[in-house]
């Protein structure tokens, strides 16, 4: 196999240094710039989810009166239209204070151009509908989670500078401190002084509580902005499978641009060479000039076709090896590994083989992993492991290697991943500068 790997660089930079903060999470939350930001996020959530609610009520409540007459349908078509319009600021919002990166739905596709079949297409389409439950469901929740952030984060801070400014009751409101009960006979105060310690403390505490309550609020938010304003699960997977499909087609091209390569110029050079040798025997023979010259050629000839022979079965084995076919993953491992320049550990631990296709992609995966060891790791030793779990089928190739490989985009762990992609498969590297390496491949069952 030809395939270029990058992943294991000669010289591997260091791994950069997680930056750590002397002060811990907790106590940096209050003043982190997301904790900020999403506060934001929730104190413009009112006025927005103000807007929306009354733009949704009006296009249910006018196209509905409308109903009765032709104008109906396309004022609700242009209604869900426009909360479409509406959830293209939601999501925009969500992206620049939440830090949520949520896709936009499927685009509308009318049968052909025209009002009527674009009318079409808005109703038929769920994400419109949704965009307009958007503006009803967000409503009550955006109002909710702004009276109760406004009110907590506020009162939190408000209480944890009391201590700063609790010598102005006496001064100013003429109070010997804070009244905690008192009737006609008799009151009972509390030491600003005091009153201010505990407010303090109090203070700190809801302060240190605030982000999670925050988060936790914009977190609901968030889930509202994925679940209605983006695209449905079966549209998402259905990118995902044209997406899948076209790497499925473009890894098939590759193999076909390659094995075309391979017999061109290797087995069919050779049996070319091989006829101009047999031609120019013949017309020996045929003119009784055979001499010491001709045997050496077919000797060469005969040569050739040995080797035009072995170019063909390592092919055909690139292709799809028999033994696979016949014997299954296994043996067919301890084959390949057995032509690995590194030495190679394979235990297989299958009680029943595969898919066909789920098999072919686990051996080519560990061919193209065991030809990267060999290749760019300076590995001593591999090892790999195949096994079943539930549906899924496991597979690891570690080495003691140099490490630094990884999946990052123009290597060859990256088209090796986006093979396993198209089948729904995973693959995980983990290689740090120095290795060891193990990379680990999940795929589908499907036996």
């Keep these: 196999m030809d395939t270029a790997y990058t992943a294991y660089p000669a010289h591997p930079a260091h791994p950069p240094r997680s930056r750590r903060h002397r ?127 406004v009110t907590f984060w506020s009162l939190a801070w408000a209480m944890l500078v009391f201590p700063l400014y609790y010598w102005l009751l006496p001064r100013y409101a003429a109070l010997p401190g804070i009244r905690l009960w008192g009737d006609d006979g008799a009151v009972l105060y509390v030491s600003p002084a005091v009153a201010a310690g505990v407010t303090g403390v109090l203070g700190l505490l809801a302060v240190l509580a605030g982000p999670w309550v925050i988060r936790g609020l914009a977190a609901v938010d968030g889930l509202l902005v994925r679940g209605l304003l983006g695209p449905s699960p079966l549209a998402t997977r259905v990118g995902e499978l044209e997406s899948d499909r076209g790497v499925v087609a473009d890894t098939a091209a590759a193999d076909l641009r390659r094995i075309e390569r391979d017999l061109h110029d290797g087995a069919q050079t050779r049996l070319v060479a091989l006829a101009m040798d047999l031609g120019t025997v013949k017309e020996r023979l045929a003119e009784g000039t055979a001499d010491e010259t001709v045997a050496r050629m077919v000797d060469e000839a005969h040569g050739e076709v040995k080797i035009a022979l072995q170019e063909l079965r390592d092919l055909a084995r690139g292709i799809h090896p028999a033994i696979l076919t016949d014997r299954g993953l296994g043996p067919a491992l301890a084959s390949l590994a057995g032509r690995c320049p590194v030495p190679v550990t394979v235990e297989v631990d299958l009680a029943r083989r595969p898919a066909p296709a789920i098999e072919g992609i686990a051996y080519f995966t560990v061919s193209e992993l065991l030809q990267n060891v060999a290749e760019h790791s300076g590995a001593r030793h591999a090892s790999v492991d195949v096994w079943c779990t539930g549906q899924m089928l496991m597979l690891t190739v570690s080495d003691d290697g140099r490490g630094g490989a990884s999946t990052g985009a123009g290597g060859g762990l990256a088209g090796l991943a986006e093979r396993l992609g198209s089948v729904d498969g995973l693959l995980v590297v983990d290689s740090p500068a120095g290795g060891p390496t193990t990379v680990t491949a999940e795929l589908p069952w499907r036996g």
């Design 23 to 149: 002060v811990p999470a907790g106590l940096r939350a209050p003043f982190s710039a997301r904790t900020w930001r999403e506060f934001l996020h929730l104190f413009l959530g009112l006025p927005v989810a103000g807007v929306t609610f009354a733009y949704a009520v009006t296009v249910v409540s006018v196209s509905a009166g409308l109903l009765i007459t032709f104008l109906g349908i396309p004022l609700l078509a242009g209604g869900l239209a426009g909360a479409r319009g509406l959830g293209v600021v939601e999501r925009a919002r969500a992206r620049a204070l939440l830090g949520l990166d949520v896709a936009a739905p499927e685009p509308l596709r009318p049968a052909k151009p025209g009002l009527m079949p674009w009318v079409a297409a808005v109703l038929r389409n769920g994400a419109s509908w949704r965009h307009l439950l958007y503006g009803f469901l967000h409503f009550p929740w955006a109002l909710f989670a702004f009276v109760l952030s």
